[in-house]
């Protein structure tokens, strides 16, 4: 498996060496940008022009375009600590030490979705309400919103308020069909619909249902390894109620083998243990 960067890290070693980067990327593209401004403005007056407007613009243009995705890659190797390395404690110790650096303020005022994530694999459902209710309170994206109803539909459900999690799951069928999202925002919104209807199946006994949901969700797209945990763990107990033990045992393994930190991976191993005792193979 492909770790972050910051796997053998813990949560202060990982913060330092993101901010090591983050402020690495902000100095090179400072120095950078001043050696153009030097090169076209300052050493021109002493009778030696070094290059001209057109490749002045141009190289602004590069130095720009790579401080963006120098930005993108640094975000996205953090975001492995959740999505990849499967540790949502670690992910949300380092985004609590992020918020209190002012700097961060603004960089992180779209972390509360997959903060919420990280609480709610961390089983800490009610600091996971709190903090989608205050982000719903502020924000007036309606995209931003769906995804942020989503979490809240996921701990619903984790905390057996069922209508509550039903109405969730009706508003936000509301706003897939009425808000004006492009195609990936869409693919996003299908894919947590689908799920919750699994989860609707799952609830109401209909297994064999849930099983021919999941195995659409699941062949979608591609997917994080958390992603791949989660539906294999949920997948694992759709098997398990059908009797289907043998294929229930495979995902339970899966989920233990690659979850890491997860919670699910204890009760996972569990089943593992039950389920070979049942069918003779335990020693």
């Not at 995804?147 to 936000?172: C, H, P, V, W």
Request: net charge neutral.
């Amino acid at each position: 498996m492909n770790h972050s960067k910051y796997y053998e890290l813990n949560s202060e070693e990982a913060t330092k060496a993101y901010l090591k980067a983050y402020w690495r990327r902000h100095f090179s593209f400072y120095a950078v940008a001043l050696c153009i401004f030097a090169a076209e403005f300052v050493i021109p007056r002493t009778g030696y022009a070094l290059i001209g407007m057109p490749i002045l613009l141009l190289l602004i243009i590069v130095v720009f375009l790579y401080y963006l995705i120098r930005r993108v890659m640094i975000s996205l190797e953090l975001d492995k600590v959740l999505t990849t390395d499967c540790d949502p404690r670690k992910y949300i110790e380092i985004m609590e030490r992020l918020s209190k650096n002012w700097n961060f303020k603004y960089s992180l005022k779209n972390i509360p979705v997959r903060l919420m994530a990280a609480y709610i694999f961390e089983e800490d459902y009610d600091t996971a309400e709190m903090r989608a209710k205050e982000a719903l309170a502020r924000s007036k994206k309606d995209k931003y919103k769906v995804s942020l109803k989503s979490n809240l539909g996921r701990i619903y459900y984790s905390t057996d308020r069922y209508d509550e999690f039903l109405e969730m799951n009706k508003q936000i069928k509301e706003a897939s069909e009425t808000l004006k999202l492009n195609n990936a925002a869409k693919a996003i919104i299908e894919d947590d619909l689908l799920r919750q209807e699994v989860l609707i199946a799952y609830k109401e006994g209909r297994f064999e249902d849930a099983k021919k949901l999941m195995e659409e969700v699941t062949g979608r797209h591609i997917t994080s390894t958390i992603t791949k945990v989660a539906d294999s763990m949920l997948l694992g107990d759709i098997n398990y109620e059908l009797g289907e033990y043998i294929e229930a045992a495979a995902k339970y393994v899966f989920v233990t083998e690659n979850g890491n930190k997860l919670k699910m991976v204890k009760k996972a191993g569990e089943r593992v243990d039950e389920i070979k005792k049942m069918t003779g193979e335990a020693e």
